[in-house]
T-cell receptor
Framework: AQSVTQLDSQVPVFEEAPVELRCNYS??????LFWYVQYPNQGLQLLLK??????LVKGINGFEAEFNKSQTSFHLRKPSVHISDTAEYFC??????????FGAGTTVTVRA | DTGVSQNPRHKITKRGQNVTFRCDPI?????LYWYRQTLGQGPEFLTY????????KSRLLSDRFSAERPKGSFSTLEIQRTEQGDSAMYLC??????????????FGPGTRLTVL
């Protein structure tokens, strides 16, 4: 069975600083990997996804993530954050093409 | 494209009552999913439909839960004899599935259920 661990529950960061959100997964088969963002009072929105091919995936709003198969990780990064990036971020994995398994989430708070 | 909509947005009920939630997916999306999210946790998969067929149900979906998608469009999730442990955010998502590369799940804003 697949599972996801988000290593940081809360990440405070100053505006224009870089941020990295860590995600590790466990699975016995090949997986698809996703990062979603949830802004206050809004639904989950896809930031990026890894299906196959290049291990560096670029998403919306300047985010990128790198798939590392040997370390079973899919960390999310942004080189310079804005106040508007304050949100909760969820890493998800799928062994098939329908069921997403989510981590517990990382709350990012961007301060001026 | 108006996105996935869910109604009601909030529901407060007393223990033992039945509740029903509705999800309207993005038009022409052939897949529809239900997830449950409790405080401090990520969403957990409950069930999904391809068109009107319900193809998988999680063990989380006890006999008190039933989901339908009668014409392959909107879906309903009913909880009978609600318990306090049912209090959660119920999320609906939809996707279009010609291939895995295009199969992105788009989520609605959720229905928050509080069982007193």
């Amino acid at each position: 069975a697949q599972s996801v661990t988000q290593l940081d529950s809360q990440v405070p960061v100053f505006e224009e600083a870089p941020v990295e959100l860590r995600c590790n997964y466990s699975s016995s088969v090949s997986v698809y990997l996703f990062w979603y963002v949830q802004y206050p009072n809004q639904g989950l929105q896809l930031l990026l996804k890894y299906l196959s091919g290049s291990t560096l995936v670029k998403g919306i709003n300047g985010f990128e993530a790198e798939f590392n198969k040997s370390q079973t990780s899919f960390h999310l990064r942004k080189p310079s954050v804005h106040i508007s990036d304050t949100a909760e971020y969820f890493c998800a994995v799928s062994e098939n093409d329908y069921k997403l398994s989510f981590g517990a989430g990382t709350t990012v708070t961007v301060r001026a | 494209d108006t996105g996935v909509s869910q109604n009601p947005r909030h529901k407060i009920t007393k223990r033992g009552q039945n509740v029903t939630f509705r999800c309207d997916p993005i038009s022409e999306h052939n897949r529809l999913y239900w997830y449950r999210q409790t405080l401090g946790q990520g969403p957990e998969f409950l069930t999904y439909f391809q068109n009107e067929a319900q193809l998988e149900k999680s063990r989380l979906l006890s006999d008190r839960f039933s989901a339908e998608r009668p014409k392959g469009s909107f879906s309903t999730l009913e909880i009978q004899r609600t318990e306090q442990g049912d209090s959660a955010m119920y999320l609906c998502a939809s996707s279009f599935r010609p291939s895995i590369s295009t199969d992105t799940q788009y989520f609605g804003p959720g229905t928050r259920l509080t069982v007193l």
